[in-house]
């Protein structure tokens, strides 16, 4: 069995990778989340533009990206809080530290991220670095 990259424990297949292959799509601003960390750790820069609102993405989106998985491995995913973000909810907040390697160096990101829900999907809007 494939653990899930995210951290949920549960196989990928079943978790973030419905998500990806797109046979499912993320019902809460978390599973959104963590399907977009698995997704920078299988660098699948097409699924992060595909879940980025187009509102917020910028042009240039898609070479920052393919600059950064090229660069970076990931080394683990901690939810440390959610607000809103449910099935019922238009808007959501994760706040996670996801952990990587650059080169030789160890580090991690700390973001405050948000989703906003359109038509019944989830996108990423935007992040505040901590």
């Known amino acids: ?3 899930c990259y995210c951290g949920s424990e549960q ?6 990778g419905k998500f990806h292959n797109e046979s499912e799509k993320a019902k809460t601003a978390e599973e959104l989340m963590r399907s977009r960390y698995s997704a920078f750790c299988r660098r699948d820069v097409d699924y992060l533009i595909k879940t980025h609102d187009s509102n917020t993405r910028s042009r ?3 070479s920052e990206l393919e600059q950064c ?3 970076t491995d990931w080394s683990g ?3 440390v809080e959610t ?10 907040m994760v706040h996670f530290i996801a952990r ?3 080169n030789d160096i160890v ?3 700390e973001e405050i991220s948000e989703f906003t829900k359109k038509k019944g999907k989830w996108f990423y809007s935007k992040g505040e670095i901590l």
């Open 69 to 71: 998985i090229e660069l």
């Open 1 to 3: 069995m494939n653990k």
């Open 100 to 102: 990587y390697r650059e």
């Open 77 to 79: 995913l901690e939810i």
């Open 11 to 16: 196989e990928y297949e079943k978790c973030c």
């Open 60 to 62: 240039t989106l898609r």
């Open 83 to 92: 607000e809103r973000g449910t099935t019922s909810d238009k808007q959501g």
């Open 107 to 109: 580090g991690k990101i």
